[in-house]
C-alpha cells in the first residue's frame, strides 16, 4: 500500500524557499565580486613590483640593441658594399603641350 505524502512546504515555505535563495545568490555574487578585486589588485601588485625589479635589465638591453643597430649601420674600415646605392641623374623636361603624345595604336 502507498501512503501519499503531504507537500510540507505550503505556499509560505516556497516564498521562504525563494526568499533564501535569491539572498544566496546576491551574497555569492558580492563574495565572487570582492575575491575579483583581490585577484586584479593582486595581480597589479605583482607585474608592477617585476617591472620595477627589471627596469634596469630593460634599459641595459634596449642600449645593447641600439649599439648593435648602429654597428651594423656603419660599414667596417675599408668595406666596400656593392649594389646598394641608387644613381639617380637630374634630368630637365621642356613641356610643349598639355596633352600627351598619341601611342601609335590609337591612330
Known amino acids: 500500500m502507498r501512503r501519499q505524502q503531504a507537500d510540507p512546504t505550503g505556499v509560505f515555505g516556497k516564498l521562504l524557499t525563494a526568499i533564501a535563495g ?4 546576491v551574497i555569492g555574487f558580492m563574495f565572487s565580486v570582492v575575491v575579483l578585486a583581490v ?3 593582486v595581480g ?3 607585474w608592477s613590483w617585476f617591472w620595477w625589479k627589471t627596469r634596469k635589465l630593460r634599459r641595459e638591453i634596449d642600449e ?3 649599439d648593435q643597430a648602429a654597428d651594423a649601420a656603419r ?3 675599408g668595406e666596400v658594399i656593392e649594389g646598394e646605392a641608387v644613381v639617380v ?3 630637365t623636361i ?3 603641350s598639355n596633352r600627351l603624345p598619341a601611342s601609335p595604336d590609337r591612330r
Open 75 to 77: 660599414p667596417a674600415e
Open 89 to 91: 641623374e637630374e634630368t
Open 64 to 66: 645593447h640593441l641600439r
Open 94 to 96: 621642356r613641356a610643349t
Open 39 to 41: 585577484a586584479v589588485v
Open 22 to 25: 535569491a539572498a544566496l545568490l
Open 44 to 46: 597589479l601588485g605583482i
